[in-house]
């Protein structure tokens, strides 16, 4: 089993400023299918980034994803409020199990 | 519109069974892998259980492996899943989720539920 780990924990910043989220993996992350996920509280988990770097349907441009093998980073170029949530690394490659990492909190500075 | 919704949760006593439902809707329901994602209360994401569009790949976690059971009616365009011996590390809100590629069991999850709580408590 892949076993990936989020840094930091919690990202204190303010709005308008770059968000830098890592993921990493134990082992190799088959053909980086890595993706990352928002979720705000009270509402299901959204899809930001698949492939390590492709943004999903109407997921804005200032997210960007990037990263291969066992390390991967989301960036958020200019955090707008919406933005502060918790966001999720996930692996696909190891069919068939897959798994999420812990999780980093975005809060307001 | 491309649609998730669970049942089926509810409160059960520790040792118990409860069979969790995801009906499905605006999508060809057979071409895709579904998965259950699990969050217990203030934790993270974890994903408990993935079928694909035929059956054919089916996956569990190590925490629910040998208790749980996934299935998939392709003609009610509904997912399961059949929970048994049921402790209270079990207790959360269960999501359905739909891949985003059709006919791969590998890939990231588009669609999402907005959950059904278990709750395992005496």
């Known amino acids: 089993e892949i076993v990936l780990t989020q840094s930091p924990g919690t990202l204190s910043l303010s709005p308008g400023e770059r968000a830098t989220l890592s993921c990493r993996a134990s082992q190799s992350v088959t053909s980086s299918y890595l993706a990352w996920y928002q979720q705000k509280p009270g509402q299901a988990p959204r899809l930001l980034i698949y492939s390590a770097s492709s943004r999903a349907t109407g997921i804005p441009d200032r997210f960007s994803g990037s990263g291969s093998g066992t390390d991967f980073t989301l960036t958020i170029s200019r955090l707008e409020p919406e933005d502060f949530a918790v966001y999720y690394c996930q692996q696909y490659g190891s069919s068939p199990i897959l798994t999420f990492g812990p999780g980093t909190k975005v809060d307001i500075k | 519109e491309v649609q998730l919704v669970e049942s089926g949760g509810g409160l059960v006593q520790p040792g118990g069974s409860l069979r969790l439902s995801c009906a499905a809707s605006g999508f060809t329901f057979n071409d895709y892998t579904l998965h259950w994602v699990r969050q217990a209360p203030g934790k993270g994401l974890e994903w408990v259980s993935g079928?694909?569009?035929?059956?054919?790949?089916?996956g569990y976690a190590d925490s629910v492996k040998g208790r749980f059971t996934i299935s998939r009616d392709n003609a009610k365009n509904s997912l399961y899943l059949q929970m048994n011996s049921l402790r209270a590390d079990d207790t959360a809100l269960y999501y359905c989720?739909?891949?985003?590629?059709?006919?791969?069991?590998?890939?990231?999850?588009?669609?999402w539920g907005q959950g059904t709580t278990v709750t395992v408590s005496s």
């Open positions: 989720a739909k891949n985003l590629w059709s006919s791969y069991y590998r890939s990231a999850m588009d669609v």
């Open positions: 079928v694909s569009w035929n059956s054919g790949t089916i």
